[in-house]
């Protein structure tokens, strides 16, 4: 067990549908990551929090978006979705901003009919 | 543009045969870096990390790797891979200066018992 934590484990929604992922870190822990993981594209970085803060971006489309709020859990919405927003989504977290080694949760396996 | 390459995508081995996976990296400044590992079904898990100093760092599980600054590279290595090994692996690099951990697109290890 990483000590993160992420819910729904399972989600299934039709196109156009908006849902939200929530993250808690693991206890301490300030940097909060999201990453996709898709059968064709892999591991996709898609946006950091630090503290409340967005710190990085990354492949993130339009239609997602995050945050940290300030008991540190973090929240991913993605909206209007598409077939092709089926993936795992994973959670990290880390202590420091960035550089240290991050705790991964067991993801959200989001399908999209 | 900071990217990781791993040089195989799929990789099958009988037990006891070694283990070379390839990763390079383009990444300006000092890095850290990292090989996480996915067993089917389950979160990323930190198998090793090099942040400083000797550059033959070992994980858990018989593992190692070997960052050539020179070359870009840190490879994992394995002397008498298992049925067990049997995941996908991450090579992942991330600026000490903060910025986010950048992953490769993985390699998925099979083992033949």
């Known amino acids: 067990d990483s000590g993160v934590t992420q819910t729904p484990k399972h989600l299934i929604t039709a196109t156009g549908q908006r849902v939200t992922l929530r993250c808690s870190p693991r206890?301490?822990?300030?940097?909060v990551y999201w990453y996709q993981q898709s059968l064709d594209q892999g591991l996709q970085f898609l946006i950091q929090y630090y503290n409340g803060e967005e710190r990085a971006k990354g492949n993130i489309l339009e239609r997602f978006s995050a945050q940290q709020f300030p008991d540190l859990h973090s929240e991913l919405n993605l909206s209007s979705l598409e077939l092709g927003d089926s993936a795992l989504y994973f959670c990290?977290?880390?202590?420091?901003?960035?550089?240290?080694?991050?705790?991964f949760g067991q993801g959200t396996r989001l399908t999209v009919v | 543009a900071q990217s990781v390459s791993q040089h195989n995508h799929h990789v099958i081995l009988s037990e006891a045969a070694s283990l070379e996976l390839g990763c390079n990296y383009s990444?300006?400044?000092?890095?850290?870096l990292f090989w996480y590992v996915q067993y089917p079904g389950q979160h990323l898990q930190l198998l090793l990390k090099y942040f400083s100093g000797d550059p033959l760092v070992k994980g858990i599980k018989g593992f190692e790797a070997e960052f050539i600054k020179s070359k870009f590279s840190f490879n994992l290595r394995k002397p008498s891979v298992q049925w067990s090994d049997t995941a996908e692996y991450f090579c992942?690099?991330?600026?000490?200066?903060?910025?986010?951990?950048?992953f490769g697109a993985g390699t998925r290890l099979f083992v033949k018992a």
């Open positions: 990290a977290s880390s202590p420091s901003f960035g550089g240290s080694e991050a705790f």
């Open positions: 206890s301490g822990d300030l940097s």
């Open positions: 990444y300006g400044g000092t890095v850290n």
């Open positions: 992942a690099v991330s600026g000490t200066g903060g910025f986010k951990t950048i």
